[in-house]
């Protein structure tokens, strides 16, 4: 029993260290090298093929930045242009803020070329929590997936969303808070 109860706290030892660790700061004298590049077409994939958001039930946003309704998605992944429903760069359900009420409207909206400062200017104001989090974003398409999903700025109080309708986010800053 003594040996399993040694082993055991040995274990949560080396997993605090290890937590402990992946939350030390960064040298603010070395620069953060982000690896996103912002170039038209500057995909991973084939030219023939796209990437898109995957999850939307009724929605998908290919990387080129259309939207489309799931069953107009091509093969390939990429949303059909040729039907009248698609659109490019859409910011539909979008505030001014940069908060969307359709996930899929933000990723879309974020692609757009104009948006490309506001991002390099998030990218460099990250905060050290979410380094880690967008230096692994390999291109634009990814750094707006990541910044369009709910996170912790678009809550309060750890359980409610601080703009309910619009919780999807690429803009700098998150909603206002809401009075208690």
């Known amino acids: 029993l003594g040996i399993c109860l040694y082993y055991c706290l040995s274990l949560q030892e080396e997993r605090m260290v290890r937590d402990r660790n992946l939350l030390q700061v960064q040298e603010h004298e070395q620069p953060i090298m982000w690896k996103v590049k912002f170039s038209s077409g500057n995909s991973s994939q084939l030219s023939n093929q796209c990437r898109n958001s995957v999850q939307g039930k009724l929605l998908i946003t290919d990387e080129l930045g259309y939207i489309c309704e799931r069953k107009d998605l091509l093969v390939n992944g990429c949303c059909n242009v040729n039907v009248p429903s698609t659109k490019l760069y859409s910011c539909e359900s979008c505030l001014p803020n940069g908060c969307c009420s359709v996930y899929e409207y933000c990723v879309s909206c974020c692609l757009q070329p104009s948006k490309q400062h506001l991002l390099e200017r998030f990218l ?57």
């Open 124 to 180: 460099n104001r990250a905060a050290i929590a979410f380094q880690n989090l967008f230096m692994a974003v390999e291109d634009h398409f990814e750094l707006c997936l990541a910044k369009c999903r709910t996170s912790s700025q678009s809550v309060q109080h750890e359980n409610t969303y601080r703009d309910p309708i619009a919780k999807y986010c690429y803009g700098e800053y998150p909603p206002e808070l809401l009075p208690v």
